[in-house]
């Protein structure tokens, strides 16, 4: 199962076993991490799980134009910005490393 | 940290809130209760994703509960206060003691006073079991009438059409979401709602149902017109749950009268989500949505745990019909001043109002970026250019006056 490792506002980081087909988001609401708030549930709606993908950004399909968009206007984005919920994983995805910024409103 | 923290309500907020405790490192007893049988579960399907298979989608799994220590009393009806003795009463007559209570009692739809409201095939539309029977009258193609063009009617109307049933929309104001949406937009989405086949009525003032053998038939309406439906949807707003609240003499004025940190007039009872009347913007507010319930158990983690205060945020919500993926933030005055970005023809485009240059609110549709700016606009208070701001060549953040 694909581990990702989440760097969260607190500092604190985990390590967490997230099985394929789900999301980095999702990985995150079901062991309760803060950070990502995940309100519209994984729809590409609301903007407000917004992480850094610091390691592991080549194995995930590019950002939507509605994900680019979304993100263009996000708190504190960078060039490695991407919404969690649309980051699916794969048995290939090893070593993937992501910083939760304070700002997912 | 180590209250006792009773939850009243398993929706979105009441959940949400549980879980924040957990995340804050909150040691103490939380037990969570809900009158429906199911575990919290995401509301927003129901109107939107309803004919499919994405229409039950819980917010968490079972076994978290378990492993975050959170007890969910599922199908359990609190239906007592003491706030003398702060226990709290559920209908199987057990006794609960607090030392935090939060009402996230949530809303139910309005009913619709008319004869024939009861028959068969009329329903309305809170919760899963409800979204199940608008489920299967979509499968039967069952001709469809919604009492009330409202967000909800709307968003049902958009699946079922998609689903090849026949509809009709009737709508007691002179337009759509007369009370939620300006002018322009209600006039756009009733003409994308035209074009996809829906009949809309406006001016529609209800009389009666008719039926035969117990089901729906017919909807009628006072000047006589009768539009046939086997299958009655009535979206007439929704009204708070505050019953509890009132029998225990909190302060209610058509919603449960909350802080900024979610305080009612009890110092040991929170209140939060549709059930709430809360500040927003200078006004006090009912808002019934997902963004509203996820700030008010933001609000509530802080006020139960000593945290910093949760900052005050834009209003916001979404709604999404046919292919148009709507979201709209800030409160839309009754008369705005409105800029237009982007083509309502083309399905992208927003409608910015302002007073004097100043945002007050977006409403956008497959507009991401106008959204998130227009969100930043209100919250800065900047003020735009609006001949630059309707110029969709001009980027957006070229817009604001610096």
Same mark, same amino acid.
């Given at each position: 199962?694909?581990?990702?490792?989440?760097?969260?506002?607190?500092?604190?980081?985990?390590?967490?076993?997230?099985?394929?087909?789900?999301?980095?988001?999702?990985?995150?609401?079901?062991?309760?991490?803060?950070?990502?708030?995940?309100?519209?549930?994984?729809?590409?709606?609301?903007? %407000?799980?917004?992480?850094?993908?610091?390691?592991?950004?080549?194995?995930?399909?590019?950002?939507?134009?509605?994900?680019?968009?979304? =993100?263009?206007?996000?708190?504190?984005?960078?060039?490695?910005?991407?919404?969690?919920?649309?980051?699916?994983?794969?048995?290939?995805?090893?070593?993937?490393?992501?910083?939760?910024?304070?700002?997912?409103? | 940290?180590?209250?006792?923290?009773?939850?009243?309500?398993?929706?979105?907020?009441?959940?949400? =809130?549980?879980?924040?405790?957990?995340?804050?490192?909150?040691?103490?007893?939380?037990?969570?209760?809900?009158?429906?049988?199911?575990?919290?579960?995401?509301?927003?399907?129901?109107?939107?994703?309803?004919?499919?298979?994405?229409?039950?989608?819980?917010?968490?799994?079972?076994?978290?509960?378990?492993?975050?220590?959170?007890?969910?009393?599922?199908?359990?009806?609190?239906?007592?206060?003491?706030?003398?003795?702060?226990?709290?009463?559920?209908?199987?007559?057990?006794?609960?003691?607090?030392?935090?209570?939060?009402?996230?009692?949530?809303?139910?739809?309005?009913?619709?006073?008319?004869?024939?409201?009861?028959?068969?095939?009329?329903?309305?539309?809170? %919760?899963?079991?409800?979204?199940?029977?608008?489920?299967?009258?979509?499968?039967?193609?069952?001709?469809?009438?919604?009492?009330?063009?409202?967000?909800?009617?709307?968003?049902?109307?958009?699946?079922?059409?998609?689903?090849?049933?026949?509809?009709?929309?009737?709508?007691?104001?002179?337009?759509?979401?007369?009370?939620?949406?300006?002018?322009?937009?209600?006039?756009?989405?009733?003409?994308?709602?035209?074009?996809?086949?829906?009949?809309?009525?406006?001016?529609?003032?209800?009389?009666?149902?008719?039926?035969?053998?117990?089901?729906?038939?017919?909807?009628?309406?006072?000047?006589?017109?009768?539009?046939?439906?086997?299958?009655?949807?009535?979206?007439?707003?929704?009204?708070?749950?505050?019953? =509890?609240?009132?029998?225990?003499?909190?302060?209610?004025?058509?919603?449960?009268?909350?802080?900024?940190? %979610?305080?009612?007039?009890?110092?040991?009872?929170?209140?939060?989500?549709?059930?709430?009347?809360? @500040?927003?913007?200078?006004?006090?507010?009912? =808002?019934?949505?997902?963004?509203?319930?996820?700030?008010?158990?933001?609000?509530?983690?802080?006020?139960?745990?000593?945290? %910093?205060?949760?900052?005050?945020?834009? @209003?916001?919500?979404?709604?999404?019909?046919?292919?148009?993926?709507?979201?709209?933030?800030?409160?839309?005055?009754?008369?705005?001043?409105?800029?237009?970005?982007?083509?309502?023809?083309?399905?992208?485009?927003?409608?910015?109002?302002?007073?004097?240059?100043?945002?007050?609110?977006?409403?956008?549709?497959?507009?991401?970026?106008?959204?998130?700016?227009?969100?930043?606009?209100?919250?800065?208070?900047?003020?735009?250019?609006?001949?630059?701001?309707?110029?969709?060549?001009?980027?957006?953040?070229?817009?604001?006056?610096?």
């Amino acid at each position: 199962m694909p581990k990702v490792t989440y760097s969260l506002p607190d500092g604190t980081v985990h390590a967490i076993d997230v099985p394929c087909g789900q999301s980095v988001m999702d990985g995150s609401v079901r062991n309760n991490l803060p950070g990502i708030v995940a309100e519209c549930g994984g729809s590409c709606s609301c903007a %407000t799980c917004h992480v850094f993908v610091e390691e592991g950004q080549s194995f995930f399909d590019e950002p939507t134009d509605e994900e680019r968009e979304l =993100l263009e206007f996000a708190d504190g984005a960078r060039p490695d910005s991407r919404l969690s919920c649309q980051l699916i994983l794969t048995e290939d995805c090893q070593g993937v490393r992501v910083t939760v910024p304070d700002t997912n409103g | 940290m180590s209250d006792r923290v009773l939850i009243v309500g398993a929706g979105h907020a009441g959940a949400t =809130l549980a879980g924040l405790l957990r995340q804050a490192g909150h040691t103490g007893p939380v037990h969570l209760f809900g009158d429906e049988p199911e575990l919290p579960y995401h509301r927003p399907p129901l109107s939107k994703k309803f004919a499919g298979g994405e229409l039950e989608q819980w917010l968490r799994p079972a076994e978290f509960y378990r492993e975050q220590d959170i007890a969910v009393h599922v199908g359990e009806h609190v239906v007592e206060i003491d706030r003398a003795r702060r226990t709290a009463c559920t209908a199987s007559g057990t006794s609960h003691s607090y030392d935090h209570l939060v009402l996230a009692t949530g809303a139910r739809p309005r009913a619709l006073p008319v004869p024939g409201a009861e028959l068969a095939g009329v329903v309305s539309l809170r %919760t899963l079991a409800d979204a199940r029977a608008l489920r299967t009258s979509i499968a039967q193609r069952r001709p469809m009438v919604i009492i009330g063009g409202g967000y909800i009617g709307l968003e049902v109307a958009a699946v079922a059409r998609a689903n090849g049933v026949e509809v009709t929309v009737l709508e007691r104001e002179d337009r759509v979401l007369a009370r939620v949406a300006s002018p322009h937009l209600s006039e756009i989405l009733a003409a994308h709602h035209r074009e996809q086949g829906t009949k809309i009525v406006t001016g529609a003032a209800v009389s009666r149902l008719d039926g035969h053998d117990g089901r729906v038939r017919a909807v009628v309406l006072k000047d006589g017109t009768t539009i046939p439906g086997e299958s009655v949807l009535v979206g007439v707003g929704a009204v708070p749950r505050d019953e =509890l609240a009132i029998a225990a003499g909190l302060r209610c004025e058509q919603g449960i009268v909350v802080d900024a940190h %979610t305080r009612t007039s009890d110092p040991h009872i929170l209140a939060i989500g549709d059930v709430t009347r809360r @500040p927003c913007q200078d006004f006090l507010v009912r =808002l019934e949505s997902i963004p509203s319930a996820t700030e008010q158990a933001k609000q509530a983690a802080a006020t139960i745990l000593g945290g %910093t205060p949760v900052a005050a945020e834009v @209003p916001w919500f979404w709604s999404d019909q046919f292919d148009l993926k709507l979201k709209i933030a800030g409160l839309v005055p009754p008369r705005p001043a409105t800029i237009v970005r982007g083509d309502p023809a083309t399905g992208r485009f927003a409608l910015f109002h302002h007073d004097g240059g100043t945002v007050t609110a977006v409403e956008s549709a497959n507009s991401p970026a106008e959204f998130m700016a227009g969100k930043k606009f209100i919250a800065s208070g900047a003020r735009v250019d609006p001949a630059r701001l309707a110029d969709d060549r001009v980027p957006l953040r070229d817009a604001v006056i610096a």
